[in-house]
């Protein structure tokens, strides 16, 4: 059985940085995909960054130079690095995953996963 569970969220002021963990079970001994996405209020829910078990990782633009996806070297953590934290950044982090490896995750939808974390806040005030 596959759990998810985020830790990390809270609140930083602009230019401060964040990490956010999604504590993996059931997943690390196969081939696989974790995705972070975040939502907005009022906005569809949006994949930012992506790695699988080979260690290939992908970034929305939005995201590209400030995130770092990175997993420990058990591969049961995957973490989410975000500097440069900005306003837009605020939303409501998931980690997502699935089987099968994901060279990129850029424009996947939250339909394309089948396992899901409850969800950690991020709040970047100005």
């Known amino acids: 059985q596959v759990q998810l569970v985020e830790s990390g969220g809270g609140s930083v002021q602009a230019g401060g940085s964040l990490t956010v963990s999604c504590e993996a079970s059931?997943?690390?001994?196969?081939?696989?995909?974790v995705a972070w996405f975040r939502q907005a209020p009022g906005k569809e829910r949006e994949a930012v960054a992506g790695?699988?078990?080979?260690?290939?990782?992908s970034y929305d633009d939005s995201v590209k130079g400030r995130f770092t996806i990175s997993s420990d070297s058990a591969k049961t953590t995957v973490y989410l690095q975000m500097n440069s934290l900005k306003p837009e950044d605020t939303a409501m982090y998931y980690c997502?995953?699935?089987?099968?490896?994901?060279?990129?995750?850029?424009?996947?939808?939250?339909?394309?996963?089948?396992?899901w974390g409850q969800g950690t806040q991020v709040i970047v005030s100005s």
């Open positions: 790695i699988d078990s080979q260690s290939s990782t």
């Open positions: 059931g997943l690390m001994h196969s081939m696989y995909c």
């Open positions: 997502a995953a699935d089987f099968g490896l994901c060279a990129n995750v850029v424009g996947s939808t939250q339909y394309e996963y089948t396992y």
